[in-house]
């Protein structure tokens, strides 16, 4: 089997989308259109990619700098047959090249191998579909036994082609060497005054070059995205796969078509997922894993036997097994959960590690701390760690006993089995195993009376 060369036609404006970002660059599960084509050219193991591009050029480029890409500018842009010739300068001729597009996102990486490999014998391969509605597709034209004779774009169909249901996608697989010819042989004797990639199927046959039509498995695989109402079927489409995934592995979702994944999720057994669950980046849910209802969880691992009640949002987080969150739990960077631990409703922690068993229940904010096992913080408790330039870190040793209302100004210890008095604002040591508290003496002003508004 030669080397794959996968050829990317990105160039289009996109008009339909009415935004000024270039159509390949749209959103589709926080990843452009353009970026999962490119994620699938290398999944295939593509020797080289290169993106046809034109409008918004230098914004596309810009956006995959990072990639190891080929670049070929189309301009003016005449057609499909005219862009993929701007890329054959950078393909060798016994490469097989696979002609893919930025704004068809969802076609799988096994379809392209499955296209590719049938150029076997020096065939051309199309990729196919059997449309419900076949209407602005080019047909496929096949002669008495079945063999692919021709495409014709829709402009230029007879009433009868019109009534083929078998279309073109658009994507098609040939060895570069035969390729390069048929395309600077391409006329634009058309309604549309284009280079149309399609005719090389008529060259190949009257070359006496096999043509191979290869399907796809669905109409939602090679769906193009033109405007943001097919931006959202896609999304739809999307989603219900990679949670369809989700379930075959043995998750239980509440409701499919209310999960989100917009990166990837790996799940062990009976974990449930409630509804309007987002999962962003990598995320690792263990065994018996529960999240609740309208809940955000971005690069974070939770571990088995965790309950997450409803509303929380985690981001770059580790949670240990058995512990429980929320609702209203927010984990920020670097908060670090250890078994058993318990954060409750309106609770921030970030870059700070709460140890085996400790709870923080309600109403507090931990940053920049290393807390023990077996510790309990008090409703309205605030680690002070910002001075307005630097940050301080609060050390809680195991079994303390912090009260409501606490404000630990950092940098400060808690000593292991101490107790701070509720209302306390501590910014020196607390030591082990003893009370420490501070509080203001309570006054009553007999003569005080409250101020009355003025009578008009």
Same mark, same amino acid.
């Given at each position: 089997?030669?080397?794959?060369?996968?050829?990317?036609?990105?160039?289009?404006?996109?008009?339909?989308?009415?935004?000024?970002?270039?159509?390949?660059?749209?959103?589709?599960?926080?990843?452009?259109?353009?970026?999962?084509?490119?994620?699938?050219?290398?999944?295939?193991?593509?020797?080289?990619?290169?993106?046809?591009?034109?409008?918004?050029?230098?914004?596309?480029?810009?956006?995959?700098?990072?990639?190891?890409?080929?670049?070929?500018?189309?301009?003016?842009?005449?057609?499909?047959?005219?862009?993929?010739?701007?890329?054959?300068?950078?393909?060798?001729?016994?490469?097989?090249?696979?002609?893919?597009?930025?704004?068809?996102?969802?076609?799988?990486?096994?379809?392209?191998?499955?296209?590719?490999?049938?150029?076997?014998?020096?065939?051309?391969?199309?990729?196919?579909?059997?449309?419900?509605?076949?209407?602005?597709?080019?047909?496929?034209?096949?002669?008495?036994?079945?063999?692919?004779?021709?495409?014709?774009?829709?402009?230029?169909?007879?009433?009868?082609?019109?009534?083929?249901?078998?279309?073109?996608?658009?994507?098609?697989?040939?060895?570069?060497?035969?390729?390069?010819?048929?395309?600077?042989?391409?006329?634009?004797?058309?309604?549309?005054?284009?280079?149309?990639?399609?005719?090389?199927?008529?060259?190949?046959?009257?070359?006496?070059?096999?043509?191979?039509?290869?399907?796809?498995?669905?109409?939602?695989?090679?769906?193009?995205?033109?405007?943001?109402?097919?931006?959202?079927?896609?999304?739809?489409?999307?989603?219900?796969?990679?949670?369809?995934?989700?379930?075959?592995?043995?998750?239980?979702?509440?409701?499919?078509?209310?999960?989100?994944?917009?990166?990837?999720?790996?799940?062990?057994?009976?974990?449930?997922?409630?509804?309007?669950?987002?999962?962003?980046?990598?995320?690792? !849910?263990? %065994?018996?894993?529960? +999240? @609740?209802?309208?809940?955000?969880? /971005? #690069? $974070?691992?939770? =571990?088995? &036997?965790?309950?997450?009640?409803?509303?929380?949002?985690?981001?770059?987080?580790?949670?240990?097994?058995?512990?429980?969150?929320?609702?209203?739990?927010?984990?920020?960077?670097?908060?670090? !959960?250890? %078994?058993?631990?318990? +954060? @409750?409703?309106?609770?921030?922690? /970030? #870059? $700070?590690?709460? =140890?085996? &068993?400790?709870?923080?229940?309600?109403?507090?904010?931990?940053?920049?701390?290393?807390?023990?096992?077996?510790?309990?913080?008090?409703?309205?408790?605030?680690?002070?760690?910002?001075?307005?330039?630097?940050?301080?870190?609060? +050390?809680?040793?195991?079994?303390?006993?912090?009260?409501?209302?606490?404000?630990?100004?950092?940098?400060?210890?808690?000593?292991?089995?101490?107790?701070?008095?509720?209302?306390?604002?501590?910014?020196?040591?607390?030591?082990?195993?003893?009370?420490?508290?501070?509080?203001?003496?309570?006054?009553?002003?007999?003569?005080?009376?409250?101020?009355?508004?003025?009578?008009?």
């Amino acid at each position: 089997m030669s080397d794959i060369s996968i050829v990317i036609l990105a160039a289009g404006k996109g008009t339909r989308m009415r935004s000024s970002l270039p159509k390949v660059l749209q959103p589709l599960a926080e990843k452009t259109l353009l970026g999962h084509v490119v994620d699938t050219a290398k999944q295939v193991g593509a020797k080289e990619i290169c993106v046809v591009y034109g409008h918004g050029g230098e914004h596309v480029q810009d956006t995959f700098a990072d990639e190891n890409l080929g670049w070929a500018l189309q301009e003016p842009q005449l057609g499909t047959g005219h862009a993929v010739q701007q890329a054959m300068p950078q393909v060798a001729d016994e490469n097989t090249v696979v002609v893919v597009y930025g704004d068809v996102p969802l076609v799988t990486p096994e379809t392209v191998q499955k296209l590719s490999a049938a150029t076997e014998g020096g065939k051309l391969a199309l990729l196919t579909v059997d449309a419900d509605n076949p209407h602005g597709y080019g047909r496929i034209v096949r002669d008495n036994v079945g063999n692919v004779q021709e495409i014709v774009e829709e402009k230029d169909a007879t009433d009868e082609q019109r009534k083929i249901t078998e279309v073109n996608t658009g994507l098609l697989a040939c060895p570069a060497g035969k390729l390069k010819p048929w395309l600077d042989a391409l006329k634009n004797d058309n309604a549309q005054e284009e280079y149309y990639l399609t005719d090389v199927v008529a060259a190949a046959v009257a070359d006496g070059v096999p043509v191979d039509a290869v399907k796809a498995v669905s109409e939602t695989e090679v769906m193009g995205i033109n405007d943001k109402i097919q931006l959202a079927e896609a999304e739809r489409a999307l989603q219900l796969q990679r949670v369809t995934e989700l379930m075959k592995a043995g998750a239980t979702v509440i409701d499919p078509a209310r999960v989100d994944i917009r990166g990837t999720v790996s799940v062990g057994a009976d974990v449930t997922i409630d509804i309007n669950a987002v999962f962003e980046g990598d995320v690792s !849910l263990g %065994d018996n894993v529960s +999240i @609740g209802p309208n809940c955000v969880i /971005k #690069n $974070t691992s939770i =571990g088995a &036997g965790t309950n997450v009640e409803a509303n929380c949002v985690f981001e770059d987080a580790t949670v240990g097994a058995n512990c429980n969150l929320g609702p209203f739990a927010r984990l920020r960077p670097n908060a670090k !959960l250890l %078994d058993e631990a318990r +954060i @409750g409703n309106f609770v921030e922690v /970030k #870059n $700070t590690t709460l =140890g085996k &068993g400790s709870k923080a229940n309600h109403l507090t904010y931990l940053g920049d701390a290393e807390i023990g096992s077996d510790v309990n913080v008090g409703c309205g408790t605030i680690t002070c760690n910002y001075d307005g330039a630097n940050k301080h870190k609060t +050390i809680i040793g195991d079994n303390a006993f912090i009260g409501s209302g606490v404000e630990l100004v950092a940098p400060v210890e808690v000593g292991e089995g101490a107790t701070v008095g509720a209302g306390s604002t501590l910014g020196t040591n607390a030591p082990a195993g003893k009370l420490t508290l501070e509080r203001a003496k309570t006054r009553t002003i007999d003569a005080w009376k409250r101020p009355q508004k003025k009578q008009k």
